[in-house]
């Protein structure tokens, strides 16, 4: 695609697809293999109004609490519960793409969205918001592990949980991925979903039953960091999706942007230097800080 002719900025979706095989030809890789499907699943209606519905959040991006064990970096396919009262100050990541991290990581709400969760229950958007909230690594290389081992753990707790519906916030794209596969997997079961991406192209590919784009870098999903009214705006287009999407597949723009805080970032993201910035793909949980390996090892 052209470059916008005012500015020879890019201003379209970046294609993190092209980009990942671009990158993994780079350092002699195979090309990664992308979920596609040829269709979304069934939608399903929500059977109350949202002002009504008990909604699970189930977050990626590797988020645990301090006393928790962190995730690993190989295909982790665990789950962490994360009470939507935590003090944020208590808020770790452990993902295997580091660089999608800094922001979450001084401000985590961008990416685990307590403050905004709480004022839209507050604010009666939604009836409840399901305590606690699910927290994945999401980085899962391996869909048929995500088939296997995470849906089948997915379903059962929200099913526990009672839900009416499921909000998802994906970070990497490889977590964009496997969020899309547990919406349409949720909704096969019988349960709403909607999603906050960014990484439009990947979600396209996967088709779950209904999603809101935000047109920011991977990592900040519920908002800008330090900014709680985007924040509190990017959930609610989301969960209003629920109520409004009547064809599967739909993906609605949201119609916000990053231009604020970085114009460049898309030009930025697509010309960085290649790298493989991944952490080592091992099962060594990967603590933030090295006192957070204390205090889980004092809890367990």
Request: hydrophobic share 35%.
């Amino acid at each position: 695609m052209p470059n916008d002719a005012t500015n020879d900025r890019i201003t379209w979706p970046v294609e993190y697809i092209r980009l990942t095989r671009d990158r993994y030809r780079s350092h002699g890789y195979d090309d990664y293999r992308w979920v596609h499907n040829d269709g979304p699943s069934d939608l399903v209606k929500p059977s109350k109004p949202l002002c009504e519905s008990r909604v699970s959040v189930i977050v990626s991006g590797g988020a645990y609490v301090v006393g928790q064990v962190a995730f690993h970096y190989k295909d982790d396919t665990g789950m962490r519960m994360i009470s939507k009262d935590v003090d944020t100050s208590d808020l770790r990541f452990s993902h295997v793409a580091e660089r999608f991290l800094p922001d979450a990581r001084a401000e985590p709400n961008c990416l685990v969205p307590i403050n905004a969760l709480a004022r839209l229950e507050r604010d009666g958007v939604v009836g409840e918001i399901v305590d606690p909230l699910i927290s994945l690594m999401g980085g899962i290389y391996s869909s048929r592990k995500v088939r296997e081992i995470v849906t089948p753990a997915i379903l059962e707790t929200v099913r526990d949980q009672g839900a009416d519906a499921v909000l998802l916030i994906p970070m990497c794209p490889v977590c964009h991925q496997t969020m899309s596969m547990l919406a349409r997997s949720l909704e096969d079961d019988g349960i709403p979903t909607t999603l906050s991406i960014s990484a439009l192209d990947i979600v396209q590919s996967v088709k779950p039953p209904r999603a809101a784009f935000i047109d920011y870098p991977l990592g900040h999903t519920a908002g800008k960091p330090n900014d709680p009214e985007d924040q509190y705006e990017v959930l609610k287009g989301a969960l209003g999706l629920l109520e409004t999407v009547t064809e599967p597949g739909t993906i609605v723009d949201m119609g916000r942007d990053w231009d604020d805080i970085d114009p460049d970032w898309k030009d930025k993201t697509i010309n960085d230097d290649q790298s493989d910035t991944r952490g080592a793909r091992d099962e060594t949980p990967r603590y933030q800080y090295p006192e957070d390996k204390v205090r889980a090892e004092q809890v367990a």
